[in-house]
């Protein structure tokens, strides 16, 4: 089992950036693919961007760009750098750690991109 917890969220004018954690405990988290989500209001919950161990990532065409996911196996941390930050960002992201059929998510972070 494996343990999510997210932070770095906030408030960010149009254009800026922002860089979330996402520190992981209690499992072997080199074996995880760790993933972003974000779910803005009303919407479906949807992938913003996958790191897998081997380090091959992806991101979803909306982000790409903007977007950067990227992990430290020695702080058990994944990280996602956004910049050009736009309002249609706003959404509470969340991690998600995947291994074969196994899967755990963090508690969410906020961000809001509005002037």
């Known amino acids: 089992q494996v343990q999510l917890v997210e932070s770095g969220g906030g408030l960010v004018q149009p254009g800026g950036s922002l860089r979330l954690s996402c520190v992981a405990s209690?499992?072997?988290?080199?074996?995880?693919?760790i993933s972003w989500y974000r779910q803005a209001p009303g919407k479906q919950r949807e992938l913003v961007a996958t790191?897998?161990?081997?380090?091959?990532?992806n991101y979803a065409d909306s982000v790409k760009g903007r977007f950067t996911i990227s992990r430290d196996n020695v702080k058990n941390t994944v990280y996602l750098q956004m910049n050009s930050l736009k309002p249609e960002d706003t959404a509470v992201y969340y991690c998600?750690?995947?291994?074969?059929?196994?899967?755990?998510w963090g508690q969410g972070t906020q961000v809001t991109v509005s002037s």
């Open positions: 998600r750690g995947t291994l074969g059929l196994m899967g755990y």
């Open positions: 790191a897998t161990p081997g380090g091959t990532t």
């Open positions: 209690g499992s072997i988290f080199t074996r995880y693919t």
